[in-house]
């Protein structure tokens, strides 16, 4: 049975940090690119932050230079360090694992975090 379990929500002060950590299990993890993934109410979830198997790390515009993405395979673990929070960073954080092989796409969420940024 594959998991994917987020912790490290909470409420946070404009410009404060957050560590946000989702431990994956049932899965091969080193062979998954695992990302994070953000819902704001009313909105649509979006994409945050990617790492790959090889580690080269990706980032949306939106959070490119405050957030970074981490991974640890022998802890099953990928990681997203926020500093510089800002308001308009209020979501539910998903975690993401995502591998193909040949033509089958193997796709699996965790169930999610809250960050909530206000005074």
């Known amino acids: 049975q594959v998991q994917l379990v987020e912790s490290g929500g909470d409420l946070v002060q404009p410009g404060g940090s957050l560590r946000l950590s989702c431990v994956a299990s049932?899965?091969?993890?080193?062979?998954?690119?695992m990302g994070w993934y953000r819902q704001a109410p009313g909105k649509q979830r979006e994409w945050v932050a990617t790492?790959?198997?090889?580690?080269?790390?990706n980032y949306s515009d939106s959070v490119r230079g405050r957030f970074t993405i981490s991974r640890d395979n022998a802890k099953n673990t990928v990681y997203l360090q926020m500093n510089s929070l800002k308001p308009e960073d209020t979501a539910v954080y998903y975690c993401?694992?995502?591998?193909?092989?040949?033509?089958?796409?193997?796709?699996?969420w965790g169930q999610g975090t809250q960050v909530t940024v206000s005074s």
């Open positions: 993401n694992a995502i591998r193909r092989i040949s033509l089958v796409r193997y796709n699996h």
């Open positions: 790492i790959p198997v090889g580690g080269s790390t």
């Open positions: 049932g899965i091969s993890f080193s062979s998954y690119d």
